[in-house]
């Protein structure tokens, strides 16, 4: 907080400063670059630890009922 104040009485000293609106284009440039692959590793990762679980639900726990 005295950095800004003391920017603040320093003519000129905000230029070196980034502003909200450049930091936050900045940002949604960089996370734009790996949002396409993310969403679907992470799918793919969910789907497969739901399968793991499923066969080790069906192999060692499921007891069908017995007029199946």
Do not use: S
Request: glycine share 8%.
């Amino acid at each position: 907080m005295l950095r800004h104040a003391m920017l603040t009485l320093i003519p000129f000293g905000r230029l070196k400063q980034e502003t909200y609106g450049k930091y936050r284009e900045r940002r949604l440039a960089k996370m734009k670059q790996n949002v396409d692959n993310c969403i679907l590793v992470i799918g793919l990762i969910f789907l497969f630890v739901g399968i793991v679980f499923n066969v080790i639900w069906y192999t060692n726990f499921f007891q069908p009922p017995a007029g199946w």
